[in-house]
């Protein structure tokens, strides 16, 4: 079945440090990969995304690059603001053991950045 | 554009009782999702309906989960009687119709969720 593999958290880091989150996936066939992120009290939201390999999803300073070679989806931003705390989930949407396509998550990983 | 809806936001019941969440879907989404996610984990899926059909239910515990979404548009998620074990976040997501190809990048929007204790 489809799984994804995210490094745990907290990852606690300074202002305008480097970030980067792991994120490895198993699937069969050809999934696109996601990036959503929880902020403290609302909903999932979209990050970004990636539906082929070798494509870079960004947004917000963030990127990924699906790499199928090595089934990973990393997460990267250059610089992190104290705004950019929140829980990041890697996901994949492919075909379940039903036939079905619907969103498989890992874990999360908690991102703490202090001032 | 209106976000999906969820309500109630919070919910606090005894085991053995029985709950109901309501999920009020973006307007002329197809697809709509329910998962379940428990503290400290990532969502997992328990039921897809693409209109009013299920298109997969593998995940829900059909002894005491059941789901409907009457005329394709509004979803509610029951269960009956709670588990502790139920004690989780439930969240309604919904999406476009996936591509001709099957992928689905199409982007699932989710609602703030019900947050669910049974004590």
């Known amino acids: 079945g489809n799984s994804v593999t995210q490094m745990e958290g907290p990852v606690t880091l300074s202002e305008e440090a480097f970030l980067t989150i792991n994120c490895t996936y198993t699937?069969?066939?050809?999934?696109?990969l996601f990036w959503y992120v929880q902020y403290p009290g609302e909903g999932l939201q979209l990050l970004l995304k990636a539906t082929k390999a070798d494509d870079k999803g960004s947004n917000k300073g963030f990127e990924a690059t699906y790499r199928k070679e090595t089934t990973s989806f990393h997460l990267e931003k250059g610089s992190v603001q104290v705004s950019d705390s929140a829980v990041y989930f890697c996901a994949l949407s492919g075909r379940m053991d039903t036939g079905r396509r619907a969103l498989t998550f890992g874990s999360g990983t908690r991102l703490q950045v202090q001032p | 554009e209106a976000g999906v809806a969820q309500s109630p936001r919070y919910k606090i019941i005894e085991k053995r009782q029985s709950v109901a969440f309501w999920c009020n879907p973006i307007?002329?989404?197809?697809?709509l999702y329910w998962y379940q996610q428990i503290l400290g984990q990532g969502p997992k899926l328990l039921i897809q309906?693409?209109?009013?059909?299920?298109?997969?239910d593998s995940q829900l515990p059909k002894d005491r989960f059941s789901a409907e979404r009457l005329k394709g548009v509004d979803s509610t998620l029951k269960i009956q009687p709670a588990k502790l074990e139920d004690s989780a976040v439930y969240l309604c997501?919904?999406?476009?119709?996936?591509?001709?190809?099957?992928?689905?990048?199409?982007?699932?929007?989710f609602g703030q969720g019900t947050r669910l204790t049974v004590v």
């Open positions: 309906f693409q209109n009013n059909g299920v298109v997969d």
């Open positions: 699937a069969t066939g050809y999934p696109s």
């Open positions: 997501a919904s999406s476009a119709t996936p591509g001709t190809g099957g992928q689905m990048n199409t982007e699932a929007f």
């Open positions: 307007s002329g989404h197809a697809t």
